[in-house]
């Protein structure tokens, strides 16, 4: 079976931030499950680059609109290799390939009778590069993101008639109630689509940074249909001289954040159906962090910044804390207090400790061999269906829940380490074989929750792969039980050592 998943392609605008590592590293976990699932995976990220945002950007800066592009795709593939992604294909929108898949699909919705020439009038943001509606506007004609003043345009150009497919969206949200999730985003997207659609502008008259409309050269086509055809595109030329798209489309999920909904929930399939393509099976959307005003941590100053994190805490730091700290597809707040909270509460001391006081325990009675012994009946039952529920999760989106599932057995590993207290056991030669099954229960117990947290944390967990001398991490071996013991365990040295302020470059 094949996945195919997205991530939105990231506006060169500005540089990146926290919000972009959040949904590419969410990306990142959906794939990297599906390979633990031996699924045929691509994963796809990249950079928008056209558009007036672009040019006024690049014109500020006194530097070509594609210089402006160049500089910051740099700076987002740098960040996607900081958080440790797997993406399998890194797009952007000036690739010459692009535009012509770009072209050929317009033409095809032109071709369809779903596109006329007309003017348009009305509001626009050049920072959103979005059209408004009246009521879309805040108080003195301002954009409500933006909080500049909108311009009143008025141009010739060209128009996709997304008034034509209101009945053939309201049909696919009838019947693919999973189309959108989670369901608050669906319902949203849904009442826009009930309250009537207007017709969308296709392209720009006045700019030229863009891919000319075939038919019509003095015009380039909008940038946000040209964006999203992004996801269709790359398929065609991301592998040389092969065309993947029958193997990935249509794609199992985009995943984006709140903000886009309409145009990955209503104009995309639109523009698919017109053009005779079908639609992406799935649109998952996840809440914004919140940045809120924090007092100075000492490693991390105030804010979280992707770069700044990795740096002193390493990748899987920050990809469990965003995983785990906000729910995924709500909002949720995000701190360096928080962060270093589950740093040192959940990642050093309940996994890392637990590593390292299993495998001490193991070198020290059993002489560096796991035991091999039945799985111990209470932890058996423990983690009876946790792979089905964490894959079940996953499969809903629902990334941060199955997360906590994993979670709840590594807090079940170390209360049960404490109950049974195999330091006691060990003076006792009667409790040999009591001593034996704890120590599999424990190294199993890990290995079972290494497995499920490789997606999360991929280099933590590969390393205590190795060290309990168990390296395979496809899913079916997630089960509690599932591999004997015998092996013999290796060095792991500190998974997560304690940072020292000292240590952290000053903020
Ligand atoms: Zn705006």
Redesign the pocket.
């Known amino acids: 079976m094949s996945y195919y998943v997205t991530t939105p392609i990231y506006y060169v605008n500005a540089e990146p931030h926290l919000g972009h590592a959040y949904t590419t590293i969410a990306a990142d976990v959906l794939a990297r499950h599906m390979r633990q699932r031996g699924e045929d995976v691509f994963f796809l990220t990249g950079t928008d680059e056209h558009g007036e945002p672009v040019t006024l950007a690049a014109e500020k800066l006194g530097i070509t609109p594609r210089e402006l592009g160049d500089r910051h795709a740099a700076n987002f593939k740098e960040l996607a290799a900081r958080v440790n992604v797997t993406n399998d294909f890194f797009i952007r929108t000036t690739d010459p390939e692009h535009a012509e898949v770009v072209a050929e699909v317009v033409q095809r919705m032109h071709d369809n009778g779903h596109v006329y020439a007309g003017t348009y009038e009305g509001w626009y943001?050049p920072?959103?590069a979005?059209f408004k509606t009246e009521s879309e506007l805040d108080e003195g004609n301002k954009?409500p993101?933006?909080g500049?003043v909108v311009d009143w345009e008025k141009e010739d150009n060209w128009f996709f008639k997304l008034s034509a497919f209101q009945e053939p969206l309201e049909r696919l949200y009838a019947e693919r109630p999973g189309f959108v999730v989670p369901e608050i985003r669906y319902n949203e997207a849904l009442s826009f689509i009930k309250g009537g659609l207007r017709d969308v502008s296709l392209s720009r008259a006045r700019l030229k940074w863009g891919v000319p409309v075939p038919w019509d050269e003095s015009q380039v086509i909008y940038v946000w249909i040209d964006a999203l055809l992004n996801y269709y595109s790359a398929l065609r030329y991301a592998r040389k001289g092969e065309d993947l798209t029958d193997r990935f489309w249509p794609a199992d999920v985009h995943l984006i954040g709140k903000d886009i909904l309409k145009f990955h929930a209503v104009i995309w399939p639109a523009m698919l159906l017109a053009a005779d393509i079908e639609v992406p099976r799935r649109v998952g959307i996840h809440g914004f962090l919140l940045l809120g005003e924090h007092k100075m941590s000492k490693s991390l100053g105030n804010v979280i910044d992707p770069n700044q994190v990795t740096d002193v805490y390493g990748a899987d730091a920050l990809r469990f804390y965003l995983m785990r700290e906000v729910r995924f597809g709500q909002d949720g707040e995000v701190s360096p207090e928080g962060f270093e909270l589950r740093y040192r509460n959940e990642l050093a001391n309940e996994y890392g400790n637990l590593a390292s006081r299993t495998l001490a325990m193991i070198a020290r009675y059993r002489d560096g061999v796991v035991p091999e012994a039945e799985a111990p009946e209470p932890l058996r039952a423990d983690f009876e269906g946790l792979a089905e529920t964490v894959q079940d999760r996953i499969d809903a989106l629902d990334v941060s829940v199955a997360l906590d599932e994993i979670w709840r057995r590594v807090k079940r590993l170390n209360a049960y380490v404490q109950e049974e207290q195999p330091w006691q056991l060990s003076k006792d030669p009667a409790e040999s074989e009591r001593l034996d099954a704890v120590l599999y229960g424990a190294a199993e117990g890990l290995r079972t929750v290494s497995v499920l947290l490789h997606p999360f944390m991929p280099e933590s967990a590969e390393r205590l792969l190795a060290a309990l001398g168990r390296e395979d991490r496809s899913l079916e071996t997630a089960h509690f039980g599932a591999v004997p013991g015998g092996a013999r365990v290796g060095e792991l040295g500190q998974l997560f050592p304690k940072i020292e302020p000292a240590a952290a470059p000053a903020a």
């Open positions: 943001c920072r959103c979005d954009c993101i933006h500049i």
